[in-house]
């Protein structure tokens, strides 16, 4: 599937934003974006792994899928241009700038489970996305729960597939100041969990923040 490149910035001004936060590395954070309203998420000192869900937010069932988006698109990697679709295969948001050129979408999440199963035991009580996400549902809504959590984006995370079809977790190909920039098509509830891992190199072993950035369109 094709893996090039597709970089584009944006003409967008950080002054004009209308939100504007940190993310701490092992942090969690979420905000409702209205349609036509654009969410920047910046890779503030490069190497970093944002992972990320999103959700219609007036039928939080219909949520991100990484089946839809990929055969929409023909490939497993995000970029400027990609649609990103909701199960029921409606549009949530577009990739419409990006200057790091390519994010994950197989690698999936942390939890103390895989953590265990991928390097030790020892690791069990280490914090990870999973336990993040179900923290910041569990903030917005009771409504939501374990089944609520699909496969997620990993914006500037790098997990090529070897011809064998297996995934590896290599360095990132994002430097500081990398962004990518996505426009929403309806009210979708926008779902980040700043990835804490130390076990891979898709944070170089050094879990950074974060920037979050909202302008109206």
């Given at each position: 599937?094709?893996s090039?490149?597709t970089?584009?910035?944006?003409k967008?001004k950080e002054?004009?934003a209308i939100?504007d936060?940190?993310?701490?590395?092992g942090?969690?954070?979420?905000h409702?974006?209205e349609?036509g309203?654009?969410?920047r998420i910046?890779d503030?000192?490069?190497?970093?792994?944002?992972?990320?869900?999103?959700?219609?937010?007036?039928?939080?069932?219909d949520?991100?899928?990484?089946?839809?988006?990929?055969a929409g698109?023909?490939?497993?990697?995000?970029t400027?241009?990609?649609?990103l679709?909701?199960?029921?295969?409606?549009?949530?948001?577009?990739i419409?700038?990006d200057t790091?050129g390519?994010h994950d979408?197989?690698?999936?999440?942390?939890s103390?489970?895989?953590?265990?199963v991928?390097?030790a035991?020892e690791?069990?009580p280490?914090?990870?996305?999973r336990d993040t996400?179900l923290?910041?549902?569990a903030?917005?809504?009771?409504?939501y729960?374990k089944?609520?959590?699909p496969?997620?984006?990993?914006?500037?995370m790098n997990?090529?597939?070897?011809?064998?079809?297996?995934l590896?977790f290599?360095?990132?190909?994002?430097?500081?100041?990398?962004?990518v920039?996505?426009e929403?098509?309806?009210r979708t509830?926008a779902?980040?969990?700043?990835?804490?891992?130390?076990n891979n190199?898709?944070?170089?072993?050094?879990p950074?923040p974060?920037?979050?950035l909202?302008?109206?369109n």
């Open positions: 599937m094709n090039s490149l970089l584009r910035e944006s967008r002054q004009d939100l936060m940190t993310v701490l590395a942090d969690g954070w979420s409702e974006l349609p309203q654009v969410l910046v503030v000192e490069g190497n970093q792994a944002a992972d990320t869900l999103f959700y219609d937010a007036e039928h939080p069932q949520h991100y899928s990484a089946t839809r988006t990929i698109q023909g490939s497993i990697y995000l400027t241009g990609s649609v679709r909701a199960e029921s295969g409606k549009p949530l948001l577009t419409i700038a790091c390519r979408t197989l690698g999936g999440a942390c103390a489970e895989s953590n265990t991928r390097y035991h690791t069990l280490m914090h990870n996305c996400f923290l910041e549902l903030r917005l809504s009771e409504r729960t089944r609520d959590l496969p997620n984006i990993n914006f500037f997990v090529p597939v070897t011809p064998a079809g297996e590896q290599a360095d990132g190909i994002s430097g500081p100041g990398c962004y920039e996505l929403a098509h309806c509830l779902l980040i969990s700043n990835c804490p891992q130390l190199p898709c944070n170089g072993y050094n950074t974060i920037r979050v909202v302008w109206d």
